[in-house]
């Protein structure tokens, strides 16, 4: 009995739900994964919900300056009496923009320049390995420093371009590699007999394989971003916004939290932010190895 | 029967995560003294498994869950599973030593041949002058690769890289070799190997056995090797042992369908390839072994009392089959 | 005319042999060659103001007019801005190749050679002894975490691991400057070396030094240690499944003689080659840590002259950095195809 094929409509429904199991299990399936994924969606949501909950307002209230804790004011206040907490959640979606766009800058320029340099070979490819060598042999601290200070920093897209000119010469590599390794497998070949299209080999092929090995690096820079984001700030030859975690993080120290008790809290308020964000990512990139690169798990 | 070591209803379990996999289910078999012992199956049958528990070196998650592995070398029997470390380690190559399956990484890429080999001689010799025993390591070392018609002087100082697959497998058997010891396990010593390479190899073991009496177990899949070289067989098969004899037994007899069916489908030189018979189907999911006989969803002569009830052994004599169809034909 | 043949061919042939060194040897004079053409475009975007500030400075200093001044200091900093610009880049490719890093614009025309002679044992001196502390450290806390995973203690050290990866380095050096340094007064928190001091080989002198460079020292240990244990782990884990450690269990080999021949000498191959980057990026000082912790070194006087914008200082720095990086990476390459059995003898 031939049996009609179901209606677009439900099959429709049908990939949607099989979507989003596989999202479930790669982001929640281990402990690590979980917990990571948690952070993260936990920080999203404050970035993009806190500052309507939580309005931040530059007033100089100087009869409030440096308080301690309280319920009013859970991080205390700064030099200028202005709520910590606020800023932190102010802050929030600067430093989540600056990781992702960092990590989606990377990500593309060596996804596309090392497929390219895999699928090509040749010449293209020789020059490929060429340039990301001295990208990767160039101390990146330097040349970021100059950078920032040649470059006016003054929004989200241009520290991002700036933070991901280093780290996507290693993932270049690596996708290239896999690529190469990749091209020379069976059933490559077959798809070649097969006479399929550049794109289907591409895209259906290909992709899946490095899929993994990509998600994981979009996070490991997301992480180096912040960090990188937080140096250059605390160095002073980057800071736009003053309520990015790393602006209050270099204020505070600059007027003399070091120093003073009464404003510890404004400086590790930020810190405190910075560890558990870099936990959750961390956490969630060793997770997603595990998922994608099982090793024997013994109880 | 003089037996060497016993296994008395050796269970042995790898806990993963998921599903604990039973890798030998209740196998019972003495390894005779001075003999060749075979054990024959497909992957995942167990053998491997069983060798490594006479070391007490199964792979992570593996552990013997229940039963006795009984070494009768000492004066009095010892049951390997309850030996104390000190113990363990000295009866380790001393007593029972073995060539792992593809000797290809079996020896550690930093050290020379030679370092290794004085390396495991000075922890079996810990009394004495150390420069004494290093001298008599070399000597014997020299002895042995001379032995596997190696060229000692040359292979001594290489690398573990430098050697080829055949080399490396006699360097291996040199090795099993170097603290005298009386049983040597060889896990599929020629699988990776060419047929000439295999019959030179074979050569020089059934050398050692008649020169220095060296009990061997040799695990194979081929029944070919097995019928030209073991004095004894055992069948394993989904993790039991199915058929136990001499090999002359077993062969002759064919009592197990299971071994009945490895045997038919060995191609001859003789009869017409069309008389090869594979057994149909394939090797069971450990994980979710069939019912009653493992055997039976293969079997040509399986009954409904297979499909139910495990059989128990049948034996007579020496030679053992677990098969129901062994009660109603006694021979 | 045959000899002249056999020559060429011996010549020839001793490039063959050697011609994966070569090619590396090339990729690093071109990886150089694209630094020095980096620091020149630095140079040439310096905006004309700072050599304007300077002559007016000379000009002060010693007491001539200002166009003098002006062409004294277009003398001393060896640049032309109204020069074209290949006549300008072959000028300063000679005074590379004369050694001379330039002079530093805002410290009285002090040469960044001298800048450099000056800070670079400070900065060496607290980056080596963090470095070899925290490889050591780091690559035994992460074999050990590898080796029986199941124990206590090694799954808390996994996860002070993980936690301590999490943690950037200049948030642990705050953290210490500010407990150890100014709550606690332990240790100070500013300079390298007591500054009544003769600096000399003497005991004491060395005393100070190490009392100094105590915090910024335990604070680059205690974050590197942490990477260098991921590597260690990650090493470690590779070879855990290799047939040769059971083999060796199986020869009786005891346990701690396995860990230490069998185990950590094969992870720790492949880190050679991270240890001598790392060794290479230990010149570059650390700018943040050392600025955090005020200890003058080079990164400190790097991150202060691009404050300032003493472009030659920064461009100096960078030169000499990125000689000392490429030039330990290929050192590096050459040893570890020489260090590693299976590489260095294979044809």
Wanted: hydrophobic share 50%; glycine share 8%.
């Amino acid at each position: 009995m031939i049996t009609p094929s179901p209606a677009p409509k439900s099959r429709f429904r049908e990939k949607t739900t099989r979507v989003l199991h596989e999202l479930v299990r790669i982001f929640f399936g281990n402990a690590r994964s979980a917990f990571g994924t948690s952070v993260l969606l936990f920080f999203i949501a404050f970035g993009l919900l806190g500052p309507f909950i939580f309005p931040y307002s530059t007033e100089i209230d100087v009869g409030a300056q440096l308080l301690r804790p309280s319920f009013e004011h859970p991080f205390g206040t700064d030099l200028w009496g202005r709520d910590v907490f606020r800023q932190i959640v102010a802050g929030t979606s600067d430093v989540l923009s600056i990781a992702f766009l960092s990590a989606l800058f990377s990500v593309s320029i060596a996804m596309v320049l090392g497929m390219l340099a895999g699928m090509v070979g040749g010449i293209f490819d020789k020059i490929m390995l060429f340039i990301t060598n001295v990208f990767l042999t160039i101390p990146s601290l330097p040349v970021f420093l100059i950078l920032a200070a040649l470059f006016t920093v003054d929004n989200p897209v241009t520290f991002a371009m700036i933070l991901s000119i280093f780290s996507w010469a290693g993932m270049c590599r690596a996708i290239r590699a896999q690529i190469i390794s990749l091209k020379e497998r069976d059933f490559i070949q077959i798809c070649r007999v097969m006479k399929m299209s550049n794109g289907h080999v591409i895209f259906k092929e290909l992709l899946p394989n490095v899929g993994s090995y990509i998600l994981i690096n979009f996070i490991i820079v997301m992480k180096n971003a912040i960090t990188g984001s937080v140096g250059l700030m605390l160095l002073g030859v980057a800071s736009f916004e003053p309520t990015n975690w790393g602006a209050i993080l270099t204020t505070a120290k600059n007027n003399g939290a070091l120093i003073n008790p009464n404003s510890y809290m404004w400086l590790f308020a930020p810190i405190l932010c910075i560890a558990v964000f870099q936990l959750g990512v961390i956490l969630l990139s060793k997770g997603l190895d595990d998922t994608f690169n099982p090793r024997l798990r013994v109880m | 029967m003089d037996s060497l070591i016993e296994l008395k209803n050796v269970s042995i379990v790898y806990r993963l995560k998921k599903n604990p996999i039973r890798a030998i289910a209740n196998v019972s078999l003495a390894i005779r003294k001075g003999k060749i012992t075979a054990l024959v199956g497909e992957s995942g049958s167990g053998k491997s498994t069983l060798a490594a528990s006479l070391l007490e070196c199964l792979s992570t998650p593996g552990e013997v869950e229940s039963g006795e592995i009984v070494y009768l070398g000492y004066d009095a029997p010892a049951d390997v599973r309850k030996m104390a470390i000190g113990a363990l380690n000295s009866y380790r190559w001393k007593e029972v030593s073995m060539v792992f399956q593809g000797a290809q990484s079996a020896l550690n890429p930093t050290m020379t041949v030679l370092e290794q080999f004085i390396e495991t001689y000075l922890v079996h010799h810990p009394e004495g002058r150390k420069k004494d025993n290093k001298a008599a390591a070399k000597a014997k070392t020299v002895e042995l690769l001379d032995y596997v018609n190696l060229d000692a002087a040359r292979i001594m100082s290489m690398y573990p890289h430098e050697l080829s697959g055949g080399m490396k497998q006699r360097v291996m058997i040199a090795f099993s070799l170097l603290l005298g010891p009386k049983l040597m396990i060889l896990d599929e010593p020629t699988t990776a190997l060419d047929v000439i390479t295999q019959g030179y190899i074979f050569k020089i073991l059934k050398r050692i056995n008649r020169d220095f009496g060296v009990s061997m177990l040799l695990l194979t899949h081929d029944i070919g090797v097995v019928a030209e070289f073991a004095d004894y067989v055992g069948v394993m098969y989904g993790g039991k042992l199915m058929e136990f004899g001499t090999t002359w037994d077993v062969f002759k007899l064919k009592w197990h369908p299971y071994s009945e069916g490895l045997i038919r489908s060995t191609p001859s030189l003789y009869s017409d390839v069309a008389s090869m018979s594979p057994i149909p189907g394939s090797p069971p999911d450990l994980r979710a072994l069939p019912s009653g006989c493992v055997f039976h969803p293969r079997c040509p002569k399986a009954t409904a009392r297979c499909r139910v009830e495990e059989p128990a052994d049948h034996s007579v004599g020496e030679h053992l089959s677990k098969c129901h169809l062994m009660e109603e034909s006694k021979p | 005319m045959s000899r002249l043949k056999y020559l060429l061919r011996r010549i020839g042939m001793f490039f063959y042999k050697f011609r994966f060194f070569f090619m590396k040897l090339g990729i690093a004079l071109l990886t150089l060659a694209a630094v020095v053409i980096l620091s020149f475009i630095l140079i040439v975007n310096m905006p004309g103001t700072v050599i304007d500030a300077f002559a007016m400075q000379l000009s002060v200093e010693r007491r001539i007019s200002l166009e003098q001044a002006y062409i004294l200091a277009k003398q001393m900093l060896n640049y032309d801005p109204d020069a074209p610009i290949l006549e300008r880049f072959s000028v300063y490719l000679g005074q590379l190749l004369q050694g001379n890093l330039g002079i530093s614009v805002k410290n009285n025309a002090k040469s960044v050679n001298l800048i450099l002679r000056e800070l670079l044992p400070r900065t060496l001196f607290v980056s080596s002894i963090a470095l070899t502390v925290s490889f050591l450290f780091g690559t035994a806390v992460g074999s050990r975490t590898i080796w029986r995973r199941n124990s206590f203690g090694a799954k808390t050290l996994d996860g002070y691991i993980v936690v301590s990866n999490a943690v950037p380095d200049y948030i642990v050096a705050l953290v210490f400057i500010t407990v150890f340094a100014f709550r606690l007064g332990w240790f100070p928190n500013q300079g390298a070396y007591n500054a009544l001091l003769e600096p000399g080989f003497n005991i004491i002198f060395i005393l100070s030094l190490l009392y100094f460079a105590f915090l910024p020292i335990s604070a680059h240990v205690f974050s590197q240690m942490s990477f260098w244990s991921m590597q260690m782990q990650g090493s470690a884990l590779g070879v855990l499944g290799e047939d040769y450690i059971n083999a060796a269990r199986a020869r009786g080999l005891p346990e701690k003689l396995i860990v230490r021949r069998y185990l950590k000498r094969n992870a720790m191959l492949p880190l050679v080659t991270q240890l001598a980057i790392s060794f290479g990026v230990m010149f570059g000082g650390a700018p943040l840590m050392e600025s955090i912790f005020n200890y003058p070194g080079i990164g400190q006087a790097f991150s202060q002259a691009i404050g300032e914008r003493d472009y030659y200082v920064v461009q100096g720095i960078l030169l000499f950095v990125s000689v000392i990086v490429i030039g330990v990476n290929l050192v590096a390459d050459t040893i570890y195809s020489l260090i590693d059995p299976r590489i260095r003898r294979s044809a």
